[in-house]
């Protein structure tokens, strides 16, 4: 009995021993699969953004080659900016020297585009510089042509006509024939006698573009998330419609190179870069052996800037899905080989315990029929149970019918290569309002401030008391609860200003800074700043935050610190001299108070309403969000202040 009794007890004591090392040998395995894991993720990075640089040089390079853009601030008049489209078009026709037979310059025509559809965002004497620069290449060459969309808004009602008959007085005035019409169709076509182009797409409202200034320190010239109006909005006809009226053109036109060596696409008001993006489709996909180029001739500077970034961020896009092809450029290399990554460490021979899951997201488990086993044994049962619950704090017992890796069987040969690690991303968490913030509407004693309703007329009172209290009051009849992220209150429409050095910010300014964890809002989904610069940089690798550095934190995939390169804040508006006194609602509370009554709220914090541009994440204005749910009976209040 001894004996037996000694040799059960060297077995149990084996097992646990087993056991010991099993789990041991496990969690150094994990520890090594994190770190080799991270390396794979930053090797990945390093490689999509490489990528991505090269393909951002070919196009630029490519942009470089065919497209230029100037602009008419720097020239006073037609005649100043027409040796500028000569010396162009020289520069284009030595790029075909190459070719056995490049012409001469006089053999190039030129297609001039003109966009009139809003006049009133053009000066004065534009209208006739443009015709000018239209005469000149009439004049220059007989197969040459213009295009000119015809005036379709103004800012006067019932004044769309005299902008009409201005313009073909212009027009007129030079002699130019305008017998030939087109229509721009964005429905089905009905009059097949007309020469109308195929139906296109007209870009909803959500998809119009605003020329924005492309300085590191400029700042945001609207505060407002609405869509482009006005004349922004109509004079963009869309690059699906730009594609449709440039392939008219060409459609049918015989180009032999012997006389007509190329062919000089002259973009008088570009705007947004409409017909930029087009040239480069029609470029790209034309038969002709003829050589196109386009110059775009830009209102001011700054336009420029962003017109050319924008075309290279539409072509970049576009190469790397497979939508366009620059000559000589490779097919963007999206995954990174994975001869060329770190491979996971294999699983270690276990004794006793098992596995589940693939790669590197294994868990650890206990066979179930060990855990019958010992936790009834009559010797060892309490001292096995004690073992097993610390064991299942952190880990769990398999059940019978999952599936498994046996013991002392190693997986098979590149089995847990295909894991890696990745930036998870964040779910906002959110808890409900505790009750120790909750007090009746008769125990508020500060005084009343400022007040609103933060909706209809059964909804919550928002208050701002003596003492930078502020309270979320239920004044109604009926049961209120507010959801999680729900926006509460607003500042106004304000304007945003670069503070540099010794500026005084005043008091009611709001400073964009971001760290780690502060909220944004895109399109209206609310998230941490580092959670929507990962998603951007999934498909745009060099996104960045507008007046920030962006530091990724090594340890922490997913995760940012961010670094203010410029103090941009945003700035209520003032009360005007002899002005009435503007109401008090729930867009402009926040104005009215010292930016103290919003310090240290438990349930209320600030969140950034953005949007994506090309510079990167831009600031729309702040919004104060509640962040915990809440539900208030009649006569109740919340005390917001922690």
Known sequence: VDLRDALKKDEFEHVIKKLDYDRKVFEIWKTKCAGVGLARMHAKQEHIVNEHRKVVQTVENYVEGCVRFLTWEAHKSADSLIPQLLNFRMEALKKLRNQPQPGSVSDVPSLVLINWTAPCLLPAQRQKDHANVLAWALHDNANSCGIILSPTFSYQKGKTSLEEHAALNVLAQMGFNLDYQFSLLYAERCDLRDART??????????????????????????????????????????????????????????????????????????????????????????????????????????????????????????????????????????????????????????????????????????????????????????????????????SVADETENTSSPNKRPAEGQDAASQAQPSPKKLKFDEVGAEHLTPNDKISETLLVECKLGGKDSLNFQVRTGNRAYFVNLTGNEI??????????????????????????????????????????????????????????????????????????????????????????????????????????????????????????????????????KGLQPIKPMLHLVKALVLTPGTACKLNA
């Open 198 to 395: 195929e139906p296109v797409k007209q870009l909803p409202a959500k998809d119009l573009k605003e020329v924005e200034d492309m300085a590191d320190d400029s700042v945001p010239t609207s505060c407002s998330s609405g869509f482009v109006t006005g004349a922004a909005k109509h004079c963009q006809v869309g690059a699906p419609a730009a594609e449709e009226i440039l392939r008219k053109l060409f459609s049918g036109v015989d180009l032999v190179p012997t006389q007509t060596p190329a062919v000089l696409v002259i973009d008088l008001f570009p705007r947004v870069g409409d017909f930029s993006q087009a040239f480069c489709k029609l470029r790209n996909s034309l038969t002709s052996t003829a050589s196109l180029f386009y110059v775009a001739v830009a209102e001011k500077g700054k336009e420029v800037d962003w017109l050319r970034a924008t075309l290279v961020e539409d072509l970049v896009d576009k190469v790397k899905a497979e939508q366009f092809q620059v000559p000589g450029q490779r097919p963007f290399q999206k995954e990174v080989s994975a001869d060329l990554l770190e491979a996971l460490p294999a699983l270690p021979v276990m004794n006793l315990l098992v596995t589940t899951g693939e790669g590197d997201e294994k868990k650890l488990k206990i066979p179930s029929s060990l855990v019958k086993k010992w936790s009834c044994d009559e010797d060892f049962a309490q001292v096995f149970s004690k073992w097993l619950d610390e064991f299942c704090e952190v880990y």
């Open 481 to 614: 609860s507010l959801k999680p992220y729900a926006a509460l209150v607003g500042f106004g429409r304000g304007a945003f200003k670069l503070f540099k050095g010794d500026d005084v910010v005043p008091e009611k300014a709001v400073i964009f800074t971001m760290g780690p964890d502060s909220l944004v809002s895109v399109n209206g989904v609310i998230s941490s700043v580092s959670e929507a610069l990962t998603k951007q940089r999934q498909t745009k690798p060099d996104a960045v935050v507008c007046y920030h550095k962006a530091n990724p934190v090594p340890e922490k995939p997913g995760e940012f610190t961010f670094t203010q390169t410029h103090k941009v804040g945003f700035v209520p508006p003032g009360k005007k001299e002899g002005a009435p006194e503007e109401a008090v609602t729930a867009t402009n509370l926040a104005a009215r108070v010292s930016m103290s009554s919003f310090q240290s709220l438990h349930c209320v914090a600030f969140v950034w309403h953005s949007k994506w541009t090309v």
